[in-house]
Structure formats: C-alpha cells, structure tokens
C-alpha cells in the first residue's frame, strides 16, 4: 500500500512538473513573438480584467485546436 501512495505521488510531481513546463513554453513563445512589448509579470497573474467571461470562453475555443 505504501509503495501504491509513493507511486502516486510522483506521477502527480510529473504532472505538475508537465504543466508548469508548458506553461513556460508559452510564456518563451509570447515572448519570442512579442519581445518587450508583452508584460510577462503581468500575464503570468491571469487574464486581461477587461474581458467579460463569453469572451474569454470564446477565445479558449479559437485556441483550443492550437493547443
């Protein structure tokens, strides 16, 4: 049961370590699209505050067949 536990958890470490690897792809790739004109701090917080959340929803739709 013990080893059951041990396993579990480190395929949640890589499942971690996954996401937060592509998540800074993304962010390599906006920056080597945008260079200085994007604010990767800034993005890194969460969306924009000035869209409404239909509009959100539509832009995961359009870049869900890229991702």
Do not use: C, K
């Not at 080597?32 to 239909?54: K, N």
């Amino acid at each position: 049961m013990a080893r059951a536990v041990e396993i579990m958890a480190q395929v949640h470490q890589l499942e971690r370590n996954a996401l937060r690897a592509g998540v800074n792809q993304s962010f390599v790739i906006a920056h080597s699209h945008y260079g200085d004109i994007i604010d990767l701090e800034t993005m890194s917080h969460d969306y924009a505050p000035s869209y409404e959340v239909h509009e959100l929803e539509e832009m995961e739709e359009v870049v869900a067949p890229l991702s």
